[in-house]
Nanobody, 114 residues
Framework: QAQLVESGGGSVQPGESLRLSCASS????????MGWFRQRPGEQREFVAR???????EYTYAVKGRFTLSRDSAQNTMYLQMNNLTPADTAVYYC????????WGHGTQVTVSS
């Protein structure tokens, strides 16, 4: 049973940056897919970014060029570098990973406001 723990959320102003972390209790190679989702207030959870089965990053259109996925296998941690944040990025961000089961973290709040 894998556990995922997100950290790094916070409150920032438009144009600023945050880096989210997702620490896994098991080796990252355990998972076929690993990525991030977000849920804005009053909306459904949506895809943000992921490493696909070829370990290549994929991004939703709204964050392309601003967000960057990375990972440190030695630390069992995946990161989401978020630059040039806008109020539309305000959401709870969830880490997710899947092998034969989908695992979710509990989420970390990101608030972008002037």
């Amino acid at each position: 049973q894998a556990q995922l723990v997100e950290s790094g959320g916070g409150s920032v102003q438009p144009g600023e940056s945050l880096r989210l972390s997702c620490a896994s209790s098991v080796a990252l190679g355990t998972f076929k897919y690993m990525g991030w989702f977000r849920q804005r207030p009053g909306e459904q959870r949506e895809f943000v970014a992921r490493f696909n089965s070829d370990s290549r990053p994929e991004y939703t259109y709204a964050v392309k060029g601003r967000f960057t996925l990375s990972r440190d296998s030695a630390q069992n941690t995946m990161y989401l570098q978020m630059n040039n944040l806008t109020p539309a990025d305000t959401a709870v961000y969830y880490c997710a990973a899947s092998s034969t089961t989908i695992y979710w973290g509990h989420g970390t709040q990101v608030t972008v406001s002037s």
